[in-house]
């Protein structure tokens, strides 16, 4: 890296992660921790590029607002980005370091929530300013780097206002206050050229339902997303809005605790068309389903969207959103979306370092390791489906439906009568194994 590549990529005053250079494809033989050893962005796998599968996209919450404060301890991480008192100056300098971030890992997208931006104002017009002023030097920064919005997002559920939930409120002077909410978070995406819009519902959900009129918060959450959409459509936003399913934490019951229940509800209240789904590994693993489960729920529907990508933690069921590292589990689940076409959107990295892993470069550790992880995971895909009998066998165990009676019963022609009758001529089907081991074995052989 010389001098003049790095003055390209720290464009604020001060070099926030001196010493180190822009991150590149190394191979799998490099040993240098600061380097790729299988995302290799211009690499064609199938038709697409690597970057164009993976469309990466870095949280600006968790990467560059993360102190690593807990309901334990203090922060830990005293990023100097973070250290001025001025809302002004401390929202600028952590925009300077989340692009000369960005641009140093080649991540071409990130996404963010309105107050990880800057902090809320004491009023709504001094909040207005803030998000206005920190907004024009987004756009300045996104065009001097091409770094783009994969999506925007609303905060509605750290302040205290939004303690009994958002849209969800049952005071509609907090469900307004969260309108104008929305509609500024709605604004300054399509400022930015954001390509989608996130709906992850924090507090809509309830702690009891001894206060709760379940049935009208769930009318009021529709009534609310129609308004959002229909502004974000009238002002010529033609991204996707995606809504993302956790099942508890913070709320203990949330209203969206999984794609079935989400898919569920966008269809009882006509939203398909607009709404697809965004979805977390950890969100999925609190549900007690697997990362594919979801995926594959989605993709049923149509409405496979976008990625959270982080991970929990097997003994401890809270959302612990550590980097991905499990090439296994990412291969099983970049099956499922190279089957259905790929990703609408793209892939959020939801994660943060540990509390205790303290040093700003942990941060490039965290999202190469991870960005690898994708990597592996997507060429594996690919080949098992390329070029194993893969695909061949999951068809094959479902040929008895292709023709005949079996094909017959698919388009709803044979009657409950008729299956008597066939099994009487046909007597005790022929035991067939389910190979679960053999599927098992091409994934391990290509990992
Ligand atoms: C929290 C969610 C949140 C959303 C964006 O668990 O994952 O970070 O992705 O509001
Ligand atoms: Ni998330
Ligand atoms: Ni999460």
């Known amino acids: 890296m010389t001098k003049t590549e790095n003055a390209t990529i720290v464009s604020g005053k001060t070099e926030f992660f001196k010493g180190i250079g822009r991150i590149i494809y190394e191979g799998r033989e490099s040993t240098n921790p600061l380097a790729f050893k299988y995302y290799d962005e211009a690499r064609m796998i199938g038709e697409k590029s690597m970057k ?18 807990d309901p334990f301890g203090m922060p830990t991480k005293f990023f100097p980005w973070l250290t001025s008192n001025d ?30 931006l800057i902090q809320e104002g004491d009023t709504i017009a001094e909040t207005d300013k803030r998000l206005e002023m920190i907004t024009d030097y987004a756009l300045e920064k996104q065009q001097a780097s091409g770094i783009k919005l994969l999506w925007g997002t609303s905060n509605l559920f750290s302040h205290p206002r939004y ?14 206050y969260a309108g104008s909410q929305v509609k500024r978070a709605l604004d300054i995406t399509i400022k930015l050229g954001g390509k989608h819009y996130v709906f992850w519902g924090g507090r809509e959900g309830y702690m009891s339902l001894l206060n709760t009129n379940m049935k009208k918060e ?8 129609h308004m959002a959409k229909d502004y974000a ?56 389903h697997t990362f594919q489960h979801e995926l594959q729920v989605a993709a049923n529907a149509g409405q496979l969207g976008s990625i959270d990508a982080n991970r929990g933690d097997y003994q401890n069921g809270w959302d612990t959103d550590q980097f991905p590292v499990d090439v296994y589990e990412l291969t099983e ?19 943060k370092t540990r509390r205790n892993s303290t040093d700003p470069v942990d941060i490039f ?12 995971a997507l060429t594996a895909a690919y080949n098992i489906l390329e070029n194993t009998e893969y695909s061949r066998m999951l068809e094959e165990r479902y040929s008895s439906f292709s023709n005949g009676k079996g094909k017959d019963f698919e388009n709803g022609k044979l ?25 098992e074995l091409l994934i391990s052989r290509q990992i």
């Open 333 to 351: 689940a970049f099956l499922v979306i190279l089957s259905h076409g790929g990703l609408i959107g793209g892939i959020n990295f939801d994660a």
């Open 87 to 116: 809302p002004v100056k401390q929202a600028k300098d952590k925009m300077d370091a989340a692009f000369e971030f960005i641009s140093k890992m080649g991540i071409p997208y990130y996404c963010f929530h309105d107050f990880d």
């Open 233 to 288: 459509r009238k002002n010529g936003f033609n991204g996707s809005f995606f809504i993302e399913p956790k099942p508890m934490e913070p709320s203990k019951h949330q209203y969206d605790f999984d794609a079935a229940t989400v898919i569920g509800f966008l269809r009882e209240y006509g939203l398909m068309d607009d709404f697809m789904l965004n979805i977390e590994v950890n969100h999925a693993t609190l549900a007690q």
């Open 163 to 176: 303690m009994n939930g958002a849209a969800t409120n049952p005071d509609f002077d907090v469900v307004v």
């Open 415 to 439: 009657t409950l009568k008729d299956m008597a009758d066939l099994a009487r001529q046909q007597g005790e089907p022929v035991q067939k194994s389910g190979q679960q081991e053999l599927y």
């Open 52 to 69: 164009e599968h993976l469309r990466f996209a870095v949280a600006y919450w968790h990467t560059f607002g993360g102190t690593g404060a």
């Open 365 to 376: 550790y965290a999202h190469i390791s991870g960005m690898d992880a994708f990597a592996r």
């Open 218 to 225: 769930l009318d009021h959450m529709a009534s609310f997303l």
